[in-house]
């Protein structure tokens, strides 16, 4: 008989992975469900070192198939709701923005639907925790300015503005309904296990291979950065201390500029491979601005910081230096993913479509 039954949504994904192994580890009380679609972005061998822990179970569905996410809700007797599941690659959902409405949005509904069925009437110990992102705000210009949980939504790219149409519901939810739910905007991370589509990944598997570097304009956009295990334990925070229908905004106060960013990824890279200084440097690419890009990302974080004590623990230079360590030790992960070969191991186990 577990304490708690904790559905973990996106679990096999980046940041999911690490809120999964974190839960796992710390709660042996919980019974954590990590459920997942497994798509692309969706690689259990993310989870491998807590695949056999007696709390942890994975369920392979699609958030938007409300049927077995009710089935699911039914079965394990769910009590809270971690939803981190999502399409979350900007220039993915400029291709393709209708499976970033159909995951982001009609999925969260979905989850909405069946917790306010199953729990409706008896909300006491319920927590419905959405997890969103700081791009819902859209762009800061460069005066120092930062988004603060007030500020007012106006995303501009696909994939922004399916995950604030996502936050609208929640938050509909708990207004209609009485849903106890709690939404937190969270800046970039970095750290393993990261898609090698993002920024950070990419460049470091690029300079191993003497591949370009792909600087959007002219690599002037700001972005906050925060390591992902600062962002797992703010979210352990929230769920369980966080105030129903808040939203607190979660940030590095690690403001970086991508090219200079990127520089300091070079020099690491090329350090820990035993390169002379700057030898990557001639990779750097200039190409076409990505369409309606945001100039600057930046979060103000106090009140997470004044109402429940959370500050980042990793700073900047240790974290790019585990970050940039881990893709270069853990070849294969990254090889795996590039090659397709973990696409196709998922096909036959799992009868991927
Ligand atoms: P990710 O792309 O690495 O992982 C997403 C996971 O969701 C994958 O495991 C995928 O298989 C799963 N998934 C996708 N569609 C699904 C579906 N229909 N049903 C079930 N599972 C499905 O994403 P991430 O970077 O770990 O982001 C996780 C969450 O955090 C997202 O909601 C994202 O919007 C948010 N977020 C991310 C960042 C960031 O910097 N990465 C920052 C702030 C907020
Ligand atoms: P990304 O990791 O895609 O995160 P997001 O768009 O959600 O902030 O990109 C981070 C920044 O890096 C963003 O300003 C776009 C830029 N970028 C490049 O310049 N080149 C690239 O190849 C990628 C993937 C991103």
Known sequence: MFKRNILITGGAGFIGSHVVRLLVNRYPEYRIINLDKLTYAGNLENLKDVENASNYIFVRADICDFEHILEVFRKYNVDGVIHLAAESHVDRSIRDPFTFAKTNVLGTLSLLQAAKICWEGNYANKKFYHISTDEVYGALPFDGSLFSETTKYDPHSPYSASKASSDHFVRAFHDTYGLPTVVTNCSNNYGPYQFPEKLIPLFINNIRHGRPLPVYGKGENVRD?????????????IFHQGKINETYNIGGFNEWKNIDLIRVIIRTVDRFLGNPAGTSEKLITYVTDRAGHDLRYAIDSSKLKNELGWEPSVQFEQGIEL??????????????ITSGEYENYYRKMYGRE
């Not at 950065?225 to 925070?237: F, P, Q, R, S």
């Not at 970050?323 to 795996?336: A, G, I, M, S």
């Open 225 to 237: 950065w925060l390591y992902v295990e600062d962002h797992a334990k703010a979210i352990d925070l």
């Open 323 to 336: 970050t940039v360590k881990w893709y270069l030790d853990n070849q294969d992960w990254l090889d795996n």
